[in-house]
C-alpha cells in the first residue's frame, strides 16, 4: 500500500499496561507425573517392540521435555521408541517441513535420540458410516504399538464436546496431508465432531493403539497437568479435559474492542494464527456487523504486526485480520500457507489484508475507517499474541470502563504510544 504522508495521521489514545488476575494453578511435576502414571499404560509392551510417538506442530509449553521423558520410559519398558509428525498437512505437506517444524521445537532425531520418520506416506485402512476414507501413516501402521502425545484444547474451527487433542491428532495429524483433506471434506458436509468421532472408531479398530499423553494448559501457557489415557478411554475424558481446558483458556476481559492490535501471529500460537475464541472472528468467515451474535468478543477492526518465526511462513489465518504490515507479508511462504489453507478448506484465513510498511501507518488507516470524531476515546487493546493475554495495554476508555473488574490491575501509567524512527510500535 502506498504510505501516508505523516502529518495525515491519526493518534493512538493514551495506553496503559495491565494485568489480569488468572486463577493459580498448581505447579506440575513432569518427570514425576509420567514416571508414575505411563508404566501402566506401557504393560503391553514386549521386550525389543517399536512404539510410534506421534508429536504434532503446536507449541505446547514443555514439550521437549515431555517427549524426552516418554522416550525414557518407552526404554526403560524395553520398548524401541521412534518419533512419527502427527500434523496433518503442515509444515507445506512434506517431510522435510514437518521435521522442521519439529526442529523449531527442540525435537529431532539427534536431541531425542531415535529414529524420526517423517514420510508422508499413508494406507487405507477403511471408511466411515458415511463413507469418509480413513488413511493412516504408514510408520505408525508399522509400529507395533502408537502413542499419542499432544494438548488438548478448544478447537479453533468447531465447539463441541471434542476439540484439538488425541483424537484429533489420531485422525487427522496421522493422517498426513491425504488424510487431513480427506477429514476436512467430509467435515464440511457431516461437521467436524461427527467425523472426527467416526473416523477415529475406525482408526481404533485397526491401529496398535497405546493411547496418549494428554497435556492441559493454564491461562498462563504454563503445563497445568498431565495425564495418561489409555485408548479404551480416549472418547470419554477427551470429553472431560477439553471442558476443563476451556475453563482454563486466556480470554480479552472485555466484550467490545474498537481496535485490536496483535504484536504475533503464528501456527505455534494457533492453528489459526490467532484463536478465534479470544478475536471473536471464525476462520471460515466473519462479519463487522455491530448486531452479530455469533461475534464475541466484538472486535471492529484487528491489526496484526508480525508472523512468529516458528510459523516457518504459515500465514494461515492472517485473513482473520483487516490491517498488516508488509513485513508480515513477506514472511509468509505462500505455498506453505495455500496448502494448509486448501487442505483445511479455510480460504478466509489465506486472504491477505490491507497491508502498510510500517505501524503507524496500518493504525491510521484502521482508526481512519472507525468513523469517531474522538479517537481519543476509542477502545483500543494491544496483546502479544492469543496465547499470552495475562499482560495487555489498553486504552484510557477501556482502563475507565474496566478499571476495578475482571480481575485488572494496573503495572504501569497511561502513556502516550511512541514508535521508533521506522514507524513502528516499541516493545
Not at 529414529?115 to 485402512?125: D, F, G, K, P, Y
Not at 474451527?157 to 496421522?174: N, P, T
Not at 492453528?271 to 471492529?300: E, F, K
Request: hydrophobic fraction near 45%; proline fraction near 4%.
Amino acid at each position: 500500500m502506498t504510505a501516508q504522508d505523516n502529518s495525515t495521521l491519526a493518534a493512538l489514545p493514551q495506553m496503559i499496561r495491565v494485568r489480569q488476575r488468572f486463577s493459580e494453578t498448581p505447579a506440575v511435576d513432569i518427570a514425576a507425573s509420567l514416571t508414575r502414571d505411563l508404566p501402566s499404560l506401557l504393560k503391553p509392551l514386549r521386550p525389543g517392540q517399536t512404539v510410534a510417538i506421534a508429536v504434532g506442530s503446536r507449541g505446547i509449553a514443555n514439550l521437549r521435555e515431555i517427549v524426552r521423558q516418554t522416550i525414557a520410559l518407552i526404554r526403560q519398558a524395553g520398548g524401541v521408541p521412534f518419533i512419527v509428525p502427527a500434523m496433518g498437512s503442515h509444515g507445506g505437506a512434506t517431510a522435510a517441513g514437518q521435521e522442521e517444524l519439529l526442529a523449531g521445537y527442540g525435537i529431532t532425531a539427534e536431541s531425542m535420540a531415535v529414529e524420526l520418520c517423517s514420510s508422508m506416506a499413508v494406507r487405507r485402512i477403511g471408511a466411515t458410516a458415511d463413507g469418509a476414507a480413513v488413511v493412516c501413516s504408514e510408520a505408525a501402521l508399522a509400529a507395533d504399538h502408537v502413542l499419542l502425545v499432544n494438548r488438548i484444547k478448544p478447537h479453533t474451527d468447531f465447539g463441541g464436546a471434542l476439540g484439538s487433542g488425541l483424537l484429533k491428532m489420531l485422525v487427522v495429524g496421522l493422517g498426513k496431508h491425504a488424510g487431513a483433506a480427506a477429514f476436512h471434506r467430509q467435515a464440511s458436509r457431516y461437521g467436524y465432531e461427527r467425523v472426527l468421532r467416526e473416523s477415529a472408531q475406525v482408526l481404533m479398530s485397526v491401529l496398535p493403539l497405546l493411547g496418549g499423553v494428554a497435556v492441559i494448559e493454564n491461562q498462563r501457557h504454563q503445563t497445568a497437568r498431565i495425564e495418561v489415557v489409555p485408548a479404551a478411554d480416549l472418547v470419554r475424558r477427551e470429553e472431560t479435559l477439553c471442558a476443563l481446558a476451556r475453563d482454563l483458556m486466556p480470554r480479552l476481559p472485555f466484550p467490545e474492542v474498537d481496535l485490536l492490535i496483535v504484536d504475533w501471529m503464528g501456527k505455534n500460537i494457533s492453528g489459526t494464527g490467532m484463536d478465534p475464541a479470544v478475536i471473536g472472528r471464525m476462520i471460515h468467515g466473519y462479519s463487522l456487523a455491530d448486531d452479530d451474535p455469533l461475534q464475541r468478543p466484538r472486535v471492529r477492526r484487528l491489526f496484526v504486526r508480525d508472523l512468529t518465526p516458528e510459523s516457518h511462513g504459515n500465514a494461515i489465518g492472517i485473513g482473520l485480520a483487516d490491517f498488516t504490515t508488509a513485513r508480515l507479508v513477506r514472511a509468509m511462504d505462500r505455498k506453505v500457507t495455500m496448502t494448509n489453507a486448501l487442505t483445511a478448506l479455510s480460504l478466509q484465513g489465506a486472504k491477505v489484508p490491507l497491508y502498510f510498511e510500517s505501524d503507524r501507518e496500518a493504525i491510521a488507516a484502521a482508526l481512519g475507517t472507525l468513523a469517531d470524531d474522538d479517537p481519543q476515546e476509542l477502545r483500543v487493546a494491544r496483546i502479544r499474541d492469543t496465547l499470552h493475554l495475562e499482560e495487555l495495554a489498553i486504552s484510557e476508555r477501556l482502563w475507565r470502563e474496566h478499571a476495578g473488574t475482571g480481575g485488572l490491575e494496573a503495572v504501569g501509567t497511561l502513556a502516550v504510544v511512541r514508535f521508533d524512527a521506522a514507524g513502528n510500535l516499541r516493545d
